[in-house]
């Protein structure tokens, strides 16, 4: 069994900085990629940063020159620092991790929501 325990999501004024993190745990193994996906009232989940287990990085246009996402092997962990936020990155964020063998796993979700 899998587990992802997402932390770091609150309120923030614009402008301001707020870095999330997912910790794997359970029976893991072989992570192809992790990242983050983001869910906005009324919107559907979309793309906001992925990492490969090569270190190779995507990001979602509207984040790319304010997000950066990272990971630590050793801990099975994603960290997502996400700085001059604006009122539109306000949703719920999912930890997302693509297993070799497992599949594909979310975690529960996170808020953060940005005020003016």
């Known amino acids: 069994q899998v587990q992802l325990v997402e932390s770091g999501g609150g309120l923030v004024q614009a402008g301001g900085s707020l870095r999330l993190s997912c910790a794997a745990s359970g029976s893991i193994f072989s992570i192809r990629a992790m990242g983050w996906y983001r869910q906005a009232p009324g919107k559907q989940r979309e793309l906001v940063a992925t990492i490969t287990s090569d270190v190779s990085t995507n990001y979602a246009d509207s984040v790319k020159d304010r997000c950066t996402i990272s990971r630590d092997n050793a801990k099975n962990t994603v960290y997502l620092q996400m700085n001059s936020l604006k009122p539109e990155d306000t949703a719920i964020y999912y930890c997302?991790?693509?297993?070799?063998?497992?599949?594909?796993?979310w975690g529960q979700g996170t808020q953060v929501t940005v005020s003016l």
């Open positions: 997302y991790v693509k297993f070799a063998y497992l599949g594909d796993y």
